[in-house]
């Protein structure tokens, strides 16, 4: 969700208010919980959904824009290597497809590298 957050400067509860971004989330979700699993880490994905939602309600912490969203905002390198690249490389390592958080973290890598251009 942070990467939806980053590249549409909205609030984790405004993104999962959106129901194209929602999907896109859900989506990116199951396959950083597919690669988990394929790891041999034991995650129940219906309490990390639900956990997710939670957290991201209006009216708490769903309120912010995430640190990655800042980040951009204000032209900095974000961590989405960390958050998303370290998946992306267990996947492939596992055999484990994430397409979702390929493009997700492509488009923030495109980001970063037009705020370093114009900064």
């Known amino acids: 969700m942070s990467a939806l ?3 549409t400067d909205l609030s984790s509860a405004t993104v999962n208010a959106v129901p194209e ?3 896109i989330s859900l989506k990116a979700m199951e396959e950083a919980l597919d690669v988990a699993q394929a790891c041999g880490i034991g995650l129940e994905r219906e309490s990390v959904i639900k956990g997710m939602e939670m957290i991201s309600k209006p009216g708490g912490t769903g309120d912010n824009k995430s640190s990655l969203c800042v980040d951009l905002l204000n032209g900095r390198k974000t961590e ?3 958050i998303y ?3 992306i490389q267990r996947g492939e390592e596992k055999q484990v497809p994430t397409p979702t958080l390929r493009v997700l973290h492509g488009l923030v890598k495109g980001v970063e590298a037009r705020n370093e251009r114009v900064l």
Do not use: N, R
């Open 80 to 82: 989405v290597d960390f």
């Open 21 to 23: 971004l929602k999907a």
């Open 5 to 7: 957050s980053g590249l």
């Open 85 to 87: 690249g370290s998946v």
